[in-house]
Each structure stands twice: as structure tokens, then as C-alpha cells.
């Protein structure tokens, strides 16, 4: 039986088209909150969200962890010819994102077509590949939100790409991401990521802290560079994680990446890719990341996932808090929506789930999770008093001497004045837990 989309072998056999059928459908296979036409805030819900489909996680990661081998055996990976087997893997990957509406998709270099040790004959591959996926685009109508290149996974990069003390490895980086470059924006891709896997230190002892943050800088202006020379028009990304593979890695969180590319003069062409478990990995929320790229004008992305309080490293599970997703989207909308990017799904499913279909379900929930808090966020905006409860917090800066101080115009004398003259403050309630009581009430 060919695909019922795209006509051709269908490795997703006896799942269909993935539909909204609104909150009374018992299906597990159709959407009941995310209606890509629905208007909400001034813009429908596709607009909103952009979702990508992640290529690999859904299409490369087959279940292994330390503890055991694969779980997932995929049929698109039969062939021996990488070229071929990568083929497979596209048609897969676009009867996929297609069945499960998904507009945009996300990939590495690495995960499209599998990389030998030869720079020419892997960009070979790669460019073999952007054909390929060209076709597929113009006929599925999926885009490509962003790309980038694996710079973490080949064992040269044990000690970084950008940052590597030896000059050679950051050369094969420069390689790679000159043909990532190349594939996104011949696929016309929105804009371009870099996450530093490896850019950071395991020791001090053995690290140049300062010439490494300078190199990682020069790297991302020459990439920038030839982007913008070869008519890239999108946005850069990076992507904050504190931790592992590194112990330290020099895009630790927003605020830091904002310092650093604040200080290398990085700032107009970049932005941040932000993901809920690197955030809470950093000892964050996800909500204080986000509001941390809204004051500063930063926030381009999102990579949706979620951690396991239990576990302390990056289990990239797939969204399901609705509290904590409420409160994001609060952010986002009142900080004017998400900048260039989209919500990519970097969310695996789980080791055990072996069925076709756990893929789709995943996506369906993430999708629903996400539509859901949308409403519930846009409703707490227009009909509770949400913002006036945190507006009459400030009230005392919106006139007087308050607003004086906000304008610069008083001295510490000044300050000192009004206190003594004032006497002791009256005590004003935060109201916190009337705000969590009221954000369960519009869940």
C-alpha cells in the first residue's frame, strides 16, 4: 500500500492523516485542542506555534541509553548504501511530519545522511541529500525551520569544535557547518542553530577559558560571514545547556549566552533557541529562560521537551504540564510571540514504547499540551485580572518620586531623603498563591 500522501512506500502503515476533531473525540489520533485555523491573540494557532518535527530524535535515536542497546529497529534503515538508507529515512521522515501536519521540520547534518571521516565525500552525501529533500518539500509543503551541524558526536570533538585547543578539529567544524549552511539555505531554511555540545571544559587544569570563548566567537562570526555572503536571511540560534557531555559548557543559559554575545558583538544577527529541560538543568525554570530572552529582545525558538525531577540529566521526554506551559505562553505572548523560530519537538519517546504509532501519539499530546495552554493563556490575559495584580505591584514607580527615580533624576541623597521623611513602608501582599489559584482556575 503506497502513502495515502505522498504515493510512495508507506512505512507508517495503518496510520492516517492526524485531524482535529475537538474536545468530545475519544481518539488518541486526532487533536482535540490544537485547530491550526483557530485564531487566538490576533493569530492562528500554526502561526503561533510553527511546530517543527525533530529528525533525530523521531528518525535516528533508536531507544539505546548507556544501560542497553537498541529498542527501535526502523525499516528505513535496512539498506547498506547510505545514500539509499538515507533516502529511506526521508520518505519516512516526510510521510511522518505530513500524517501528523506538522509545517516544519528540524535536522543535523549527521542525522539526514550518515558521515564518513571524508570532508568531500560528506558534503558529497549532504548535497545528495538537499536534492532529495527538495522534492520532498515542494511536494509535502513541509519547510525547514532550521538546520545545524553536529559538532559533538565524532570523537575529534572530544575537546570541542569551536573551542578545541587544537586547530585542526576546529578546521573539520568549520567544514561541516559551511555545508549545513549550504543545505539550509538552499532548502530555504528560516534560520540556522548552534548548539555547543562540546564547548565548554571537563578541567580547568587543562583549559584556556578566555582564548577559547574568543575562538568560539571568531567561529561564529566567520559562519555568520559566509551565511549573510551567500544570501542567508534568517536568524542564528544558540541554544543554552549548562551541562553534559561537558561539566561546564560556555552557553551555560540565556543570561550568559546574552553577556556573550553582547561583549563579541554578536547580538544583531543572533538569537535564543531555548529548550524546558536545559533550562531546568541550569537550576531554572523554563518560564525564567523565557523571560530572560524577552527582556532582552533574544527570544527566536523553542525546542519543547520536558526532564524527569527523578533523574538528573536531559531525558528529553515529550511536554505534558499544562501549569508550566500556561505560564510560558503567558511570556511569549505578552513578550510578542516567538521571534523567528518555532516550537521544535527535541523530545524522544521512550525506550520502551515500540510502537509505530508511540511516535504519533507523542506529537499529538505535545501539539494539544502546547494549543491548550495557548487558550488558557490568552483567556487569563483578556478576562482575569492578571495583569493589573502585577501592574498595582509597581504602582509606587508610576508617579512621584517613584517615576523620578525610573527617569534618573534622583540622587541617593534623594532616596535617602524620602526615606527618613517617610517612615517605615506598609507591608503589601504579593499575592502569589491567588495568582497560582487563578491560573488553575482558567486551566
Known amino acids: 500500500m503506497g502513502n495515502i500522501i505522498t504515493g510512495e512506500k508507506e512505512f507508517f502503515k495503518g496510520l492516517g492523516q492526524v485531524k482535529f476533531e475537538g474536545l468530545e473525540s475519544d481518539n488518541p489520533l486526532a487533536f482535540r485542542w490544537y485547530d491550526e485555523n483557530r485564531v487566538v491573540a490576533g493569530k492562528t494557532m500554526k502561526e503561533h506555534f510553527k511546530f517543527a518535527g525533530a529528525y533525530w530524535h523521531s528518525f535516528v535515536g533508536n531507544g539505546s541509553d548507556p544501560f542497553g542497546g537498541a529498542t527501535h529497529i526502523f525499516p528505513w534503515d535496512a539498506k547498506a548504501d547510505p545514500i539509499e538508507r538515507a533516502k529511506d529515512k526521508m520518505d519516512a521522515a516526510f510521510e511522518f511530519f505530513t500524517k501528523m501536519n506538522l509545517p516544519y521540520y528540524c535536522f543535523h547534518d549527521v542525522d539526514v545522511v550518515d558521515y564518513g571521516d571524508n570532508v568531500a565525500e560528506n558534503e558529497h552525501r549532504l548535497q545528495t541529500l538537499v536534492e532529495y529533500a527538495k522534492e520532498k518539500q515542494a511536494k509535502s509543503g513541509v519547510k525547514l525551520l532550521w538546520g545545524t551541524a553536529n559538532l559533538f558526536s565524532h570523537k575529534r570533538y572530544m575537546n570541542g569544535a569551536s573551542t578545541n585547543p587544537d586547530f585542526h578539529v576546529l578546521t573539520h567544524g568549520a567544514a561541516q557547518v559551511k555545508c549545513a549552511l549550504d543545505a539550509t539555505i538552499a532548502l530555504g531554511g528560516e534560520n540556522y542553530t548552534f548548539w555547543g555540545g562540546r564547548e565548554g571544559y571537563m578541567t580547568l587544569l587543562n583549559t584556556n577559558m578566555k582564548r577559547e570563548q574568543e575562538h568560539f566567537a571568531k567561529f561564529l562570526h566567520a559562519a555568520k560571514d559566509y551565511a549573510r555572503k551567500n544570501g542567508f536571511k534568517g536568524s542564528f540560534f544558540i541554544e543554552p545547556k549548562p551541562a553534559e557531555p561537558t561539566k561546564h559548557q560556555y552557553d551555560f543559559d540565556a543570561a550568559t549566552v546574552f553577556g556573550f554575545l553582547q561583549k563579541y558583538d554578536l547580538l544583531n544577527d543572533f538569537s535564543l533557541n531555548l529548550e524546558v529541560n536545559h533550562a531546568t538543568l541550569a537550576g531554572h525554570t523554563f518560564q525564567h529562560e523565557l523571560q530572560v530572552a524577552v527582556d532582552n529582545g533574544l527570544l527566536g525558538s523553542i525546542d519543547a521537551n520536558r526532564g524527569d525531577m527523578q533523574n538528573g540529566w536531559d531525558t528529553d ?125 482558567y486551566i
Open 317 to 441: 521526554q515529550f511536554p505534558n504540564d499544562i501549569n508550566e506551559l500556561t505560564e510560558s505562553m503567558l511570556i511569549i505572548l505578552e513578550g510578542g510571540g516567538i521571534k523567528y523560530g518555532g516550537v521544535n519537538f527535541d523530545a524522544k519517546i521512550r525506550r520502551n514504547s515500540t510502537d509505530p504509532a508511540d511516535l504519533f501519539y507523542a506529537h499529538v499530546g505535545g501539539m494539544d499540551i502546547f494549543a491548550r495552554a495557548l487558550i488558557t493563556a490568552d483567556n487569563i490575559l483578556q478576562k482575569s485580572d492578571y495583569k493589573k495584580v502585577r501592574e498595582e505591584r509597581y504602582a509606587s514607580f508610576d508617579s512621584g518620586k517613584g517615576k523620578e527615580f525610573e527617569e534618573g533624576k534622583l540622587s541617593l541623597e534623594d532616596l535617602r531623603n524620602y526615606a527618613a521623611e517617610n517612615g517605615e513602608p506598609a507591608t503589601i501582599s504579593g499575592k502569589q498563591e491567588y495568582l497560582e489559584n487563578l491560573i488553575n482556575r
